[in-house]
């Protein structure tokens, strides 16, 4: 199959990229810059949701990420409008977009519905890989997780299943036009950080923040705003709702057993342990 990976360039994205190749696609690198590393056998090409610019070709699917900054669903509809109706759309999208309108995602969701398009809209719960990335830096610097997330019980799931169940839709295993990425994984911040002291020999600790307060200190920190609500939406806004109920489980794929937060632990392991 040609498979088109917007957003290629990401932890999403990159792991997409390497189980298709793994699986013998033909698989084209979409970014803003056109390059993608070293590796001869991706098809780099330019994506620019902003600037209309895409490949002038066909493909059998194609990966669709919303970039953080995009929230008007009219410029996926010009990067999509060329395309024939039976490309399979695959477009990564959050939790709650079938029930909550007001979302970006939910509203290009429903401008991909309306186009006609074979399509998967892949809807994962709370990132593993924030502990990476968006909450590294406080872990880094001063050994705690420090959010206005009170008592909350999130239900966290890897990029690596979130990318596996993207291929399976991408390449026709997966017909559900909505998927939820479910692992299962029940755990508020402490019981988290717990888990690493224990596997990765630190000591951070979860400390719950006054909504006010985290707010003054992420601007102190330079934090911009659309940046901090975004941290709110997920970290706080869920504590307002009503008390998280059990998910429906992700499709079953073959061969594939979907991490635990102890595994994920252990695979990055030697980063955790730079907290030490």
Known sequence: ??????????????????????????????????SYGQNDNVIPTVVDFEQGIKPERTFDAIFLMRPPQLTDPDIFERFLQPYARSTRIVFLSVMGADTKSYLPHAKIEKKIAEMGFEHVFIRPTYFMENLLTTLWPELDANNRVYLPSGKLILNW???RDVASVSVAALTGQISDRGVLVNAGVYAGFSDVCSTINEIAGTSITYEPARLFGYIRYMR?????????????????????????KPLPASPKLPAHEFETLEDFVRRNEDRFRQLR
Do not use: C, Y
Request: aromatic share 6%; net charge neutral.
């Open 220 to 244: 102190k920190q330079g934090n911009d705003w659309p940046f901090i609500a975004v941290m709110l939406l997920l970290h706080f806004l869920p504590r307002l709702g009503p008390a998280a």
């Open 1 to 34: 199959m040609d498979i088109l990976v917007t957003g290629a360039s990401g932890n999403v994205g990159s792991e997409i990229v390497n189980l298709l190749l793994s699986h013998g696609h033909n698989v084209f690198a979409g970014t803003r810059s056109g």
């Open 157 to 159: 799931v890897s990029v």
